[in-house]
């Protein structure tokens, strides 16, 4: 007579500690943060009318990563500032760090070292405030800037200053407004930002869907 012996079931293992499963999640969301950040799209927010009337605070931006090469005068930028407009923050660690890469992605700014302006002055230019008219000048050349806000004179500040080698001079659109170069002329630089510190073009308003819209390149002057 044959017995039938009963059939154990093979031990599972054990779940995986809460922690664990956090830190496992955080991880796979800080990977899926890097492969969009090395992509070409990102979003922010817009939080000062330092860009008005082109963009307005609340208004939330896509931003087209691009080269050192491919910035040209009259684009609209979001750069790091740290060291320049601001002092340097400390690098985040550990969970603050993952939360920092996420909210890049999403367009939230845990840091205030990320500005939106327009680039005016490109390497090696020489950009003067102000001539007989009240204009900008480039290397002598009067600068027309139909996207000042309608009431502002082009510049308050007066300044003469060749942009150095690798930089930019950038300003806002809402020139009594804005914090821009003109404010950092005593700053490393000499108010200018490097182009590697670009993090890329503004090219369309994406929120609120009233505001929906392109932000097109103007002509180089």
Do not use: N, Y
């Not at 407004?177 to 490097?194: K, Y």
Request: glycine fraction near 12%; proline fraction near 10%.
């Amino acid at each position: 007579m044959t017995t039938t012996q009963p059939t154990t079931a093979p031990p599972r293992g054990r779940p995986a500690p809460r922690g664990t499963r956090a830190v496992a999640v955080l991880a796979v969301a800080l990977l899926v943060a890097l492969v969009l950040r090395s992509t070409v799209v990102q979003t922010f927010s817009i939080p000062s009318d330092s860009m008005s009337p082109t963009l307005e605070p609340g208004q939330r931006v896509l931003v087209w990563r691009v080269g050192a090469q491919d910035v040209h005068r009259g684009d609209v930028v979001v750069f790091d500032g740290s060291g320049t407009f601001v002092d340097a923050p400390p690098a985040p660690r550990g969970p603050a760090r993952l939360g920092a890469a996420l909210g890049a992605v999403l367009g939230f700014h845990p840091g205030e070292s990320d500005f939106v302006k327009r680039v005016v002055g490109l390497p090696g230019e020489r950009i003067t405030c102000c001539d007989a008219q009240g204009r900008l000048t480039v290397d002598g050349q009067p600068l027309e800037e139909p996207h000042v806000h309608p009431g502002d004179a082009p510049s308050d500040v007066r300044f003469d200053i060749e942009v150095p080698p690798g930089r930019l001079w950038v300003m806002g659109d809402h020139r009594s407004q804005s914090v821009d170069s003109r404010s950092h002329l005593g700053s490393p630089g000499g108010g200018t930002i490097a182009l590697e510190d670009v993090v890329g073009r503004v090219v369309a308003v994406s929120w609120p869907l009233p505001d929906l819209g392109a932000v097109g390149r103007e002509e180089e002057q």
